[in-house]
Each structure stands twice: as C-alpha cells, then as structure tokens.
DNA sequence: GGGTACATTGGGAGCGCTCCCATCACCATG
DNA sequence: CATGGTGATGGGAGCGCTCCCAATGTACCC
C-alpha cells in the first residue's frame, strides 16, 4: 500500500495533504476543503480546529490538483508577440506588469508571461489556449491583423486586449485615449504658436498609430487648419524609423518648426535628424513624443511626452479579466445601484496627460 | 454515471482525453501515454495508429493532470524583487526575458513571472515553491541579505541565479563579468590619459556594485597608482544617486577629468550634475557607464558603456536550470569525453564588452 | 518441442483536490 | 412525542494523467 507511493517521485517532500489536514483535526476532507476555500456553511467551532491544524502542519492546498478537480487551472496569460520590441520599451512593459501584478495580488491568481515570436510559437499557444491550460489571456501590442484574438474567442478562451485592433473592436479591450492625446499635443504646438506641424507616424497597420495621426489631424482642424499630405512621414515605432521620416519631412518641407512623433523613440530619431540638419530644438523646431520613457526625459533637451496611464492599464486589463473569469467580487460600497453608467464596461478607454519639457 | 460528470464544469468544452485516444486507436491508455511521452517501448505500427489517432482527435495532453500524476509541473518560476526597478530597466528585463524565452521554446516548459515587491509577497512566493508548485526558479536581481535562495535550496527547489550575492555564492548562477568589464573601462580612460579618474558606484550591499568597484581599483593598480577613497562616491544605481554622487565628487576632488559609472542611469545623474557644474563631456570629464542601455545610446554625447551579454545570461540561466531539472539532454554532439573542463558548470561568468561612443 | 528471455501491451492504482449527495444531529413545530 | 426542517458533516466518485506490474505475444536456445 505505502510501496506504491514510495515509489514515485524521486524524492520531492510532498507536504501535507487535504487528508493528513482532515484527520489531523478531527474531520471529513470535505470539511477541510470547505474551510480553506472559505465556505460559509461550516460551523466556527469546527472552523477553528481545522485553521490550527492547518496552521500546525504547514498546510498549502496543492494547486495542480485543485486545478484538475475544478476544471480551472487559477493561471493567466499574458502574451507578448516578441518581435514587437515596442512591448519592451520602457516603460511600458514594466508598467503594464506592474499594474497586472497589482490586480493579481489580491487573488491567487499566477501570470504566465508567453512570448510568441513566431508563427511556430504563436500556434503553440494557440493550441495551448484551446487546450483551457490557462483561465484566461492577456494580449498585448496587437497588430490589425493578428488573428489570436478571434482565436481565442472562438474557443471560448476569456481575454483582454491591451489596445485595440480598430475602431469596432469586439474583444473586451483597455486603450489609452490616442486620438486625444494626440490632440493634446498637437493643440500645444499650436497655442505656443508653431506654424507648421508636421508628424511621425507609427506603424499604420497598427491601430494606435492610426488614432494617434487621427488625434493630430484633428487638432489641425479643430485649429481651422487643413492637415496637409506633405506634413506627414511614416515611421514604424523604431528610431531609426523616425530618424528617416524627419528626413523626408525636412525635405519635403524645410519650413517645419514643430513635429509631434508617435513615440518617443521616433522622436529620438527625429532629433537626430533634426540635429544633422542644423535644427535646433526647441528654437528652430519644436518636439513631441508620446510614451513618456525614459527616453523622452534623457533626451536633450528632454522631451515634452504624452503619457498614457500604463500601470493602469495593466491594472485595469488583469481587473477586467478577473471579472470576465468570475473570480472578483464586485468591490465593495461599489456597483452602485443607481445608474452611474460606466460606459462599456468591458471597453475602457483611458485619458492620457501631456508632459511637458523642454523640447516645446 | 455520465450525470456525475455533467453536472460539472460550467460549458467548458474539456478536449480530447487519452482515454479517448486510446480508444479510438484500438490501444490502452498505457500505450497513448507512451507514444506522447516518446516513450521507445512501442511498436512502430502502434505508434503510427496512435499518431493518426492524436491527429484527428486534436488531442493536446493535459498539462494539468500529468503534472499532477507525475509529481513536476512543467513550469519555471521567474522571480523578479519589483522594488528593485533596475531590473526592469531596458535593456535588462527585455534581454533576460528574450534568453529565458530562447532556451524554453525548444522545451514545453512554461514561464511563470512572480513579483515580489513586498515582505507579504516573498512569504507567498516562499510557500509557495516550498509546496512545489514550480519545479525551478530563477532569481535575478538579488541583494546580498535576500534569504530567498537558500530558503530555496533547504526546501529542494533548485535555482539559479542572475548574479550572485557574494564572491563565494554557492548557489548555481549566471553572472557577468563585471570586474573585468569595469577594469576595461577604466583602462580605457586612464589609456587615453586621462589623470583623474573617479567612480560612482552601485547600492553597496549588492555584489554587482563592490565588483565594479574592485574592476576600478584593479585597473588603477594594474596602471601603478594607488586608488584613492575621495575618488569614491556611492550612488544607488538611480539618477538621483549619481547626479548627488557626482557632485560630491566635484567638491571633493574639483580636479577630476573622468568618471566611470556603475550604471548608465547613474551616468545620466553625473551628466547632469557635471553640465551644472559647467564641464563638458568629454572635453573636460570622459564619462563611462556600464549596462550599455538606451539611455546610453540616447544621451549627448552618446555614452561609452560597459555592455554584458544579457540574452547569454537569461539563456544561460534557463538552460543550467533545465539541466538541474534534468529536462535537458546534452547537446548533441557536445558534452566531449575528453577534458575539456568548462569549470564550475553551475557558476558561469559571461565576459563583458566596451562599447565605445562620444563620452570619452 | 519445451523453456527462457525479451519486447510490447493493457489497465489498476493513485496523484490531491472539488463536487455533490447522503447522513446526522439538533431544533422548532404540530 | 413524532415530524419536518435546517445546517453541518463525511466521504464516494471522478478530474486526466503517469507509473508500474502483470499478461500476452514472439523469438530464440538447448
């Protein structure tokens, strides 16, 4: 009887178990089980022994197997496609797992990180997911057309996006407000009375590239400008990138004396090339980024930014999840009942704010 | 008896079972597994009618069942003490992350990401891999006091380490050379003349810092003079710390005409501490940082850095771990009968690299 | 031809837990 | 005092897999 279960194992101590917590206390597994998972329907005297007992042996429910009786694996993932090294610019990685992390410490709840760098990983995760090894997923720095999402959907796989694929998107998503940060900046350039306000663009098969064009085209309108063809080079989130597109801008309209990039890392390279060209900033040219990295702030002169609300979002994104997955109450005093509608709660669009430096 | 089962569950389509498998190809449970395991103890024509058999049924095997029944969970905890940013500057995270990434995708390993910023958080974590609920971690970013690894290593849960703790760390790690990296950097400075070279270092009570700081010494002994301790100041691997460290270096020794820093960051403090005080870089003070991050690339002038292998590290690291858990085969081909002695297997030194720009 | 050795295979037992149902004790009624 | 309810409790069944042993088949030897 002990012989088949000597014999496995290799030598890991396998703590105490639900049964050893039981009849040390006195009581029925399933009253254990009842106790550690906070069941109401156990009586305090009861409760008491099977806490001491619990506390005495050291006891630490055995996830695996809870995962395997519940049908719930307690796990999410967060899935970053890796070549998108914009993840890994500071400070948006460390901020959207901050903000997760944040989330996730009140539950039990573990966070996978999942790199999918290639079509091969990519499918491995899916299979993955398919699979239910993971209650939910997290996805990050999506472009228009990554299928993962509906992916995941369509096997009935919960998941939040951090940022959208477009306009409609359906997935439960939290998004900074792009347009409107954009505009910020661009409405900035304006009153400090720039004339000509030209942009780097991110990657237009991207969406936040699109709403962050979007933002600047309409702080020109609002303005009573017409956004002009000439003022607007394609950049792709890389310096190097930025560091081109200033140069056709310069070309193409060397009376410029402001740009607002897409990201800082773009304005990077735009200061680069506006460096080789003799420009300087803010004098001759005037420079907005948007991220807020550390980038913007080592930057000389440090870069006026627009800052998204990161850790938030992560905060928000790991939230909306628990919710979709059952596993968080409401907040208490919260959800009120009178009609304070919140929107969509399940597509949230956060308000950015602009920084400003020395580059304006 | 079907009911049972119904009843549970919640819609969640449960996949393809073994047992189904089984069935479906005319075998025993027994002989599924052995075939998914690779197992050689199946006939060829067996394992052909299983394969068939996974393929059309989509099987994917329950991770969460094998790891209860085998008693390992397949997964690896990264452990990353949050209060401690410099992890998560660019481009240490991103690079540890990428190699980790890189060494697990060959394996079905999965990564989990812990933080641990709290007292409350580590005690979790503790529990946690002391119920074995992981079957490896990987620390980076260790203080000399943090207890974690050897509270590790008495409940056997093998670890490795991204740097050490001390000179004599026993714990299997994956360190960079920072001696050497910071003794180049210093005869780099004293080789191109100049006279007086200072240092900020690092958080003293981290390995990392006193190596870089020994490289220092060493280099100035190596060039015949006799470090002097005015020369010394102690940053803390932030901006701040080194822009306050710098100015301290000033007033006490005005005559300063280099500077090696233990951090990029720390550098960018100095910059600006040395562009108050009215000193250009690198006419009056070459700069030198170490990290070769991006702040490095993007300050003015672009900043000589010590630059480590990081993705080495991360993939190193993941790789010893593996090979602790004895989910590895040696490398085909390698692994040589002959001598070759490699050293310690379990305490690898990666070299480091100057990476010369603008600042001296 | 009988026996031994070996390769292959099937399936029982068990991993530690949750779910659920039968049971039990106890109380308030009729 | 019997009856029905109620909350608390014990424990069987089962999650999907691995491990291992016994059973079967096959080849080879004396």
Redesign the interface.
Known sequence: MAAARDG????????PTLEQVARRAGVGRGTVSRVVNGSPRVSDRTRAAVEAAVAELGY?P????R??AA?S?D?IA?VVP?PE?RF????Y??GI??GV?DAL?ETDM??????V?NER?RERFA??A????VDGVLLVSLHAADPLPDLLEE??MPAVLGGRRSADESVPYVDSDNVGGARAAVEHLLARGRATVATVTGSTDMYVAQCRLEGYRSALRGAGREPEERLVAHGDFTEEGGHAAMRVLLERAPGIDAVFCASDVMA?GARIALREAGRRVPDDVALIGFDDS??AR???PPLTSVRQPIVETGREMAGMLLELLGKTEPPPGAEGADGTADGDPLHRVLPTELVCRGSV
Chains 1, 2 share one sequence.
Do not use: I, K, W
């Open positions: 496995r194992g290799g030598g890991r101590r396998p703590g630490v055995n996830r695996v197997a995962a395997l049908g694996t796990a967060l890796e090294t890994f610019a500071e400070p990685f460390s797992l901050h992390g410490a573990q966070l996978l990180l999942t790199l760098r990983e299979q993955y398919s699979a239910h090894r096997c009935g990077a550390a980038v080592h930057m000389d």
